[in-house]
């Protein structure tokens, strides 16, 4: 029994942060069986250990696996904490100078308003996918919010989700509607972020139309990127005509709560 308990967190530190298992199990067997407030002392060494690895250890051994961690500016930083406690922000270097680029132009244009990433690549491993995006496996992708703004029409760094993903801008009566094409197709996991929010915030704020197209089309000018995913209704919406602005597929989930962009 709790061999299997140990098992199910292997896997779930393994999903959620790559080296998290790992380090979990080099734990257990530095605390012996016998000893004391085992569990105590393991969770401990796991949690001192973990943060090492993060934060001194896995970017200096990243580069040597092609990807580097994403360099945080005045204007381009994470959504939360989390997406760099969890090891889900590298890229490879070329990534990393444009999304550089792209925030620098974006703020001249936009003072105050950052480009904020979600998920973007493990630090280690091709094909080791980034779950729930199975895509998220080369270092070449990265997901960042949709821009809002206050109810007095000016830009905010605010947005509506606590995780960052699964708050829609849905598409209206009038517009083409993909969302409900994949769901007749039979594609329930389409919608599943929505079960991702942890939450949703700022509900006084509005998708802004001006700012995540001028971000957009930021991120389809850089020579270097390849394809840029957002929901068809938004295509339209922000009547963006690069043909790197695609669409992603039924068997993806909905982009409409994020943009998602990605190398040649
Ligand atoms: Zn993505």
Request: one cysteine or more; hydrophobic letters at 40%.
């Amino acid at each position: 029994m709790k061999i299997i308990l140990h098992i199910i967190i292997i896997i779930l530190l393994t999903v959620l942060t790559q080296i998290g298992g790992l380090i979990y199990l080099i734990s257990i067997f530095l605390v012996k069986k016998q000893k004391e407030k085992k569990r105590l002392k393991r969770i401990g060494i796991f949690a001192v250990l973990y943060l090492f690895a993060t934060f001194l250890l896995v970017p200096n051994l990243a580069p040597v696996f092609g990807r580097e961690k994403i360099k945080e500016t005045e204007i381009v930083r994470a959504h939360s904490f989390f997406y760099k406690l969890a090891n889900r922000n590298y890229v490879r270097p070329k990534l990393n100078k444009s999304i550089e680029k792209i925030g620098i132009e974006f703020g001249k244009k936009n003072s105050g308003i950052k480009v904020v990433y979600l998920d973007a690549n493990f630090p280690f491993i091709d094909k080791f996918p980034l779950f729930p995006h199975l895509s998220h496996n080369d270092g070449k992708k990265i997901d960042v919010s949709l821009i809002y703004e206050n109810p007095n029409g000016k830009l905010t760094n605010k947005k509506p989700s606590v995780s960052g993903y699964g708050a829609y801008e849905s598409p209206t009566e009038k517009e083409y509607n993909q969302i409900s094409i994949c769901k007749d197709k039979g594609y329930w996991q389409y919608n599943f972020p929505k079960y991702l929010t942890l939450g949703k915030i700022n509900k006084d704020i509005k998708f802004s139309k001006k700012g995540t197209r001028e971000l957009s089309n930021l991120i389809v000018k850089q020579s270097e990127i390849g394809k840029l995913f957002i929901e068809p209704h938004l295509k339209n919406r922000l009547n963006l005509k690069s043909g790197k602005v695609r669409f992603h597929g039924c068997q993806a989930v909905r982009h409409d709560d994020h943009i998602h962009f990605q190398l040649k």
